[in-house]
DNA sequence: CATCAATTTAAACGCTTGTTTTGATCTGGC
DNA sequence: GCCAGATCAAAACAAGCGTTTAAATTGATG
């Protein structure tokens, strides 16, 4: 199976090099050269640089996706509505899990999460959208329930900052890890660093109760 | 003098192209001819792209700092100790209010800083923290008196989780806002939007009180 | 063993990028 | 009125980009 071979390795490098430097950044030859395959290797196996991104991105977010989503009806099955922190502790640990297991680093597909908002790149936001927005309105839905009698506008933009507290924080993990070390000398693990993140975005969403 | 309008000129379409598209999607091309000026005037009056996109943040952190240590000023001689919410006020009301003042578009200043956080420029961020770190320092410095008791790494970890809601969600405001006008009919207005976000903000600091 | 499709390779394509060069033009002080 | 220095303009530069082509190589099938 060479071909699926040469298909990871590019994957592979691809995933880091973008991780690192955003994807305009981040030429083909870079990333056939790390991967240590021909520069037409991209163009025949995936037809496109744009097609590439996007590969990347479904490799980790459809394995992050059913994860989520077996947590979900894992505690869905238990019975009783589900509390703010059992959610989060759903997709932060849950999703992470999914990539954990599977000898991938988590802060690198946060990273790319981040790219993913933030670059110019609208088939990329598109194409999030389309494949995965079903498992996005479910949280949100399950969510809301767990927030009675917040009205819906101001649910989702304090939704939209949870969202923010943790894509931001944890796509920069390593830089800001890297500052308090120095500060402090005490070194943060990403889970601890979750520990603080699930009340804090708790009280964030349920704020003024 | 003409040699300060094209200047301008040039500073102008940079920061309205730069926060479109980022910084390395944007060619000098694109800008000058925006600008109607000539490619090489960038290289003459900035020396190189890099040093244009430090200049284009130079024009609004500048007076985005001046009037947020103003404000902290006329707070601080109130008097007593300044709460979470009067801090969180100061930086989003003050350091917007002197960009709404000069006729700027805030949000645009919020998607510059979210690209500064993500694109992989590192003299962006060294030139930032160099410039800027004394304001960041002293106002993270007031908001850590106004939350007792929290410890060292805990407090900075939640500085980061709501730098991270605010710049994310507000260098994304357009989108955001367009998809709950589209869900609920209501749109949204950045000062509403600070209004939601000053009390979530403020109970993610205080989370667990 | 021959065949044929799938894959890999090296080379080149056309285009865009940031930057530099070389003159022309403008502007203010003597 | 003139000259020096600042500014502008057009053109070219080398380098890098994503993509394509066409030939070589591979590996399984009849």
Known sequence: MSQSDT????????????????????S?????????????????????????????F?????????????ELDRRVAGGESLEVEELLESLYRGG??????????PQRFMRLLGLAYTQYQGH?????????????????????QALPGLDPVTFYWRLYFMLGATIFT?????????????????????????????PAAAALLRAGE
């Open 96 to 105: 992470l899990a999914s990539l954990v297991a599977e000898g991938r680093d």
């Open 7 to 26: 298909v990871s390795r590019i994957l592979d490098a691809a995933e880091v090099l973008f991780a690192e430097r955003g994807f305009t950044e981040t």
């Open 124 to 144: 990329l936001r598109r194409f999030i959208v389309s494949r995965y927005g079903d498992s996005y309105r479910r949280f949100a839905g399950l969510l809301s």
């Open 58 to 70: 479904e490799r980790f977010l459809t394995p992050f996706t059913e994860t989520l989503a077996a």
């Open 170 to 198: 944890l796509s920069s993990f390593d830089a800001i890890e890297a500052i308090l070390r120095e500060d402090f000398g005490a070194p943060s693990s990403l889970p601890e660093t979750l520990d603080r993140l699930v």
């Open 28 to 56: 083909l030859r870079t990333i056939t050269s790390t991967a240590g395959v021909n520069l037409a290797a991209v163009n025949y196996h995936f037809g496109s640089k744009k097609e590439l991104i996007q590969a990347v």
